[in-house]
């Protein structure tokens, strides 16, 4: 086996997009930490990605040469040969996957207890807590609340308060939603390699601190989330059991009523092996399938504001608070793209520009990948449209989207492996690399005094309707 080979002329080209995009990042690090603007600014609000502006100047250092080293094209592929290398030596390994699995998850609910959030600042504090002991469960979660009700008094019998109920609950989640994940990129990866960056690239990412022990009731709707997506694409590839990736898609929704917006992907799973039952759509070109999605995704969003619901961010701010947040402000765009950027990583930039490839080359994709893409847009676009109330605070919230899209772009790059090879190769180092980056210091600063000035940085000039409406 050799070292795959960097052309020089395709490759370069995405390099210095990269390290572009470090310039960016540095040239925001060091403005931040010298500038101290008590109105909105959009260069200081960048709170999605800044987590390395927290730590000593050494530090900062490495962290930039780490960064630029991978992004080198002769470096980048060095990298990928090695993990290609070690996959291709754990293929002997035949015996005691499912154990193996178990093992990971294990190790990864350990780690996240080991890493847990010190402070309790981000989310809704101890609210969420307070409100389940008093049984106050709320429509949107009631069933979350009412198991953790239920755990926090037998927990409560072994002399665990309900604070130290629900971070163990976080971690054991995670660990569950590890080896799930492990399951997952098993059932997709053709080999181990592929099924290495399936499991790394589709879990690696901000949205991972919800297992830290955090201080919500998150971690159980993302456990019920991945346990839906391993039924539905057990379906997918076994044609059986269908109800039962029903049943996961209702849960996960019970859980928490945001995991409806995966229901575009159930449709997905169910027409694949039905299309027969609907003529209608089977004989309809591409375009006129898109423009037809396009056309009812729009009607919802118009029937969402005819319903005058207060989940939806208004088109226009009311007379009496001119400051409050709008759907097509630019400052409402920023504060999203730094909240997908914290809970996805680079996902959030290489996304449209894969999709973009896929349909310009008109690169066949499988139906997994379908399902994963339908999952994200359907989140991504309620992330959107939501009325964040506590903004930056309710990065968890904005972080729901990470659960398919992470995955989505591994299948992306998968899919046009077979005609760029080399670049698939690159990008797949940075998109692990990145994230993996972006979310360990996003934990390791949660979980010590690092989270106090990182927490009041995201706070600071938050135009969150929260802020805005009920604050002086």
Excluded at 94 to 106: A, D, E, N, V
Excluded at 227 to 234: C, V
Aim: with cysteine; aromatic share 16%; hydrophobic share 50%.
């Amino acid at each position: 086996m050799s070292t795959p080979q960097i052309s020089k002329n395709n490759i370069w080209r995405y390099s210095f997009f990269i390290i572009g995009l470090i310039a960016l990042h540095v040239f925001l690090t060091f403005y931040q930490a010298k500038t101290h603007n008590n109105n909105y600014n959009y260069l200081t609000r960048s709170w999605g990605f800044n987590h390395i502006k927290f730590y000593d100047t050494p530090f900062i250092i490495s962290f930039y040469l780490l960064a630029l080293t991978a992004a080198i094209p002769l470096i980048n592929s060095k990298l990928f040969y090695f993990i290609e290398t070690l996959s291709a030596n754990l293929e002997r390994i035949k015996k005691g996957k499912i154990l193996c699995f178990i093992l990971i998850g294990f190790i990864a609910g350990i780690l996240f207890y080991i890493f847990r959030n010190k402070y309790f600042l981000l989310g809704d504090y101890t609210l969420r807590v307070t409100q389940t002991m008093k049984q106050d469960f709320l429509a949107t979660e009631y069933v979350t609340m009412k198991i953790l009700y239920h755990v926090s008094i037998f927990l409560g019998k072994y002399n665990l308060t309900p604070i130290q109920s629900f971070v163990l609950v976080s971690c054991i989640s995670g660990g569950l939603y590890i080896t799930i994940s492990c399951f997952i990129a098993d059932l997709l990866g053709k080999n181990n390699l592929q099924r290495f960056f399936l499991l790394i690239g589709g879990t690696t990412s901000g949205m991972l601190l919800i297992f830290c022990g955090y201080l919500d009731i998150y971690a159980l709707p993302l456990l019920f989330t991945i346990i839906y997506i391993y039924a539905a694409l057990l379906y997918i590839r076994n044609k059986k059991y269908f109800l039962f990736a029903l049943a996961g898609l209702i849960i996960a929704s019970s859980g928490h009523l945001l995991c409806i917006s995966f229901a575009p992907s159930v449709f997905i799973a169910w027409y694949y092996h039905n299309k027969t039952k609907l003529p209608f759509i089977t004989k309809m070109q591409n375009k006129t399938k898109v423009y037809s999605i396009l056309a009812l995704t729009l009607l919802a969003i118009i029937l969402a504001y005819k319903s005058k619901t207060g989940f939806i961010l208004p088109v226009k701010a009311p007379p009496t608070n001119l400051k409050y947040l709008t759907i097509f402000s630019f400052t409402h765009l920023w504060e999203f793209i730094n909240g997908q950027l914290l809970g996805c990583g680079i996902s959030f930039i290489l996304v449209f520009y894969l999709i973009y490839k896929t349909i310009k080359e008109k690169i066949v994709l499988s139906i997994e990948t379908y399902f994963f893409i339908a999952a994200s847009a359907g989140m991504t676009l309620t992330v959107f449209l939501a009325n964040l109330h506590r903004g930056s605070g309710d990065w968890d919230i904005q972080s729901f989207t990470a659960i398919t899209l992470n995955t989505s772009i591994i299948l992306l790059l998968l899919s046009i492996q077979n005609k760029h090879k080399q670049l698939t190769n690159y990008l797949f180092i940075i998109v692990v690399l990145f994230n993996s980056l972006n979310a360990l210091l996003w934990i390791h600063i949660n979980s010590n005094d690092k989270s106090l000035a990182k927490v009041e940085n995201m706070l600071t000039n938050d135009p969150g309707t929260y802020y805005t409406s009920k604050l002086p």
